[in-house]
């Protein structure tokens, strides 16, 4: 069965860092192109970020860059999302989502991924 499992989310004061994982079951991830998106209550789901199957190349949205980071563990079968200098707007629940097998480049389009998570929530709050 494919799964993607989301976990660190949390609560965390602004400035602050959350590590969010995305960990795969039923299938290898290093053969799909991974996305990390959020949704805030009344907004439409976001591409924040993702990282290419093929070449490893990577996408940030304007409001993150410089301060997130999206990895890959091919060994643990998981992909990061290291979150720093989180901002009260960062607040959402933030999903993974896999698009593949044998996907070229990323791309920050929901319609592009085949396989979601069931999301993490990160509130940034002091």
């Known amino acids: 069965q494919v799964q993607l499992v989301e976990s660190g989310g949390g609560l965390v004061q602004p400035g602050g860092s959350l590590r969010l994982s995305c960990a795969a079951s039923g299938f290898t991830l290093d053969y799909y192109s991974i996305g990390w998106f959020r949704q805030a209550p009344g907004k439409e789901r976001e591409g924040v970020s993702c990282i290419s199957s093929s070449d490893g190349s990577t996408y940030y949205v304007d409001s993150v860059k410089g301060r997130f980071t999206i990895s890959r563990d091919n060994a643990k079968n998981t992909v990061f999302l290291q979150m720093n200098s989180l901002k009260p707007e960062d607040t959402a629940v933030y999903y993974c989502?896999?698009?593949?097998?044998?996907?070229?480049?990323?791309?920050?389009?929901?319609?592009?991924?085949?396989?979601w998570g069931q999301g993490t929530q990160v509130t940034v709050s002091s």
């Open positions: 989502a896999a698009d593949g097998p044998g996907a070229y480049g990323c791309y920050p389009d929901i319609y592009e991924y085949d396989y």
